[in-house]
């Protein structure tokens, strides 16, 4: 839980760094770009959960 959060609080920062970065002039932060790209890692941590999680499943013994 604790490489979950690291990892998601990472890609936070980092999105909204770029968001600042690509808006340009503007004083705002385009969101777009960082709701995209948070959206992104936390599909791609989702992805990663659901591969340990059927890998786990394949290693089960079905045999008593």
Do not use: C, P, Y
């Not at 760094?17 to 004083?27: C, H, K, R, T």
């Not at 969101?31 to 394949?58: D, M, N, P, Q």
């Amino acid at each position: 839980m604790n490489r979950l959060i690291i990892s998601l609080l990472f890609f936070a920062v980092v999105s909204v760094g770029v968001g600042i970065l690509l808006s340009g002039a503007d004083e705002d932060i385009d969101w777009a770009i960082t709701g995209g790209l948070f959206a992104l890692a936390v599909a791609g941590e989702a992805v990663r959960f659901w591969l340990k999680r059927s890998r786990a499943k394949k290693h089960q013994s079905s045999g008593i």
